[in-house]
């Protein structure tokens, strides 16, 4: 069972290893297809993948007819340079590819196009750089080099590990060469946040205030309580007379037992009020006419950018 195993591992990893050149050949042959019907945006699409499955500079070489083709003189042009400069040492270049750079290059003139030199600073960004023309396909990245560009103003981005990606925009005049130098920069780092010192905080000034004791509201409530209640004496004699002239005037003994219930009651009520009172009033006089005090009360203030505080002190 182990064997069988260890067999079809094997199988699958020498499967696997055949499976870039042999989807790159059929990418090939669809991208030659493609050519024979006039899909040159489809040619194009199959040469770029087949390259990314097996590289080799000859699938430059047709993204660069595909081009021409389409007229683009500026891509055409670049990727026959890529083309000429990924060969190997033993392989050829088609052999069209003479009359296909004589092509390229009648066209660039007859459309105005300029070639643009493009350079990276600083000399470490320049080396890992990658850069990506408005003009192009977003996957058509170059280096910093010489390429064609038509007339117009066209947008560079550039982009290099370990440095923040710049852009920046250069217009391309009519047959005249331009030169354009991108600056780079590492990432911004952020600062430290800054050292506040702190100071010590100085002691509050205190201030003494004298603070007179002029009795508590103890007094003042006792005394309105005892009005209140001399008060409801009073009502309570009033009905205790009446009954009473009532009690005097009564015929029969059914109408004395009621008037003398009555003024039992409201006659208690007038002793209750009264004596209240008097005792109420009294306890307040005392709590307010008893000997004043007076006491020390340390005042003091402090403020912040957050408000102020202000402390009272004192001793009981």
């Not at 009648?106 to 990276?120: A, K, Q, Y």
Request: charged share 20%; net charge negative; hydrophobic share 40%.
């Amino acid at each position: 069972m182990r064997a069988l195993a260890l067999v079809c591992v094997l199988a699958w990893l020498a499967g696997d290893s055949h499976a870039g050149p042999e989807e790159a050949a059929r990418l090939r042959a669809d991208g030659e297809a493609f050519a024979r019907q006039h899909r040159y945006q489809d040619a194009i699409r199959a040469f770029k993948q087949a390259s990314g499955e097996e590289p080799r500079a000859t699938d430059d070489c047709f993204v660069a007819l595909a081009y021409r083709r389409l007229e683009r003189w500026a891509q055409a042009e670049m990727f026959l340079s890529r083309c000429r400069a990924r060969l190997q040492p033993g392989e050829a270049e088609p052999t069209w590819t003479t009359t296909l750079a004589t092509e390229i290059a009648d066209g660039l003139t007859r459309t105005g196009h300029s070639r643009v030199v493009i350079g990276v600073e600083p000399a470490e960004a320049a080396t890992a750089a990658r850069i990506t023309v408005s003009a192009f396909a977003p996957d058509e990245q170059v280096a910093p080099g010489a390429i064609f560009l038509p007339p117009g103003k066209h947008l560079l981005e550039v982009s290099a590990a370990g440095f923040t990606t710049a852009s920046q925009t250069v217009e391309v005049a009519d047959g005249r060469e331009t030169a354009v130098v991108v600056k780079m920069s590492p990432p911004e780092q952020s600062a430290p946040p800054p050292v506040v010192e702190k100071r010590p905080e100085p002691a509050p000034r205190r201030q003494p205030m004298t603070v007179v004791d002029r009795g508590s509201g103890l007094g003042w409530f006792c005394l309105g309580v005892g009005a209140a209640a001399f008060a409801a004496g009073g009502v309570f004699n009033y009905l205790a007379l009446h009954n009473q002239d009532l009690l005097a005037g009564a015929t029969t003994d059914q109408q004395y037992e009621k008037h003398e219930t009555r003024f039992d009651a409201q006659r208690i009520g007038t002793y209750v009020g009264y004596g209240v009172g008097a005792a109420a009033v009294g306890t307040g006089l005392y709590l307010l006419l008893k000997p004043q005090r007076t006491r020390t009360v340390w005042v003091s203030a402090e403020a912040d950018d957050t408000g102020a505080t202000l402390l009272l002190e004192w001793t009981r």
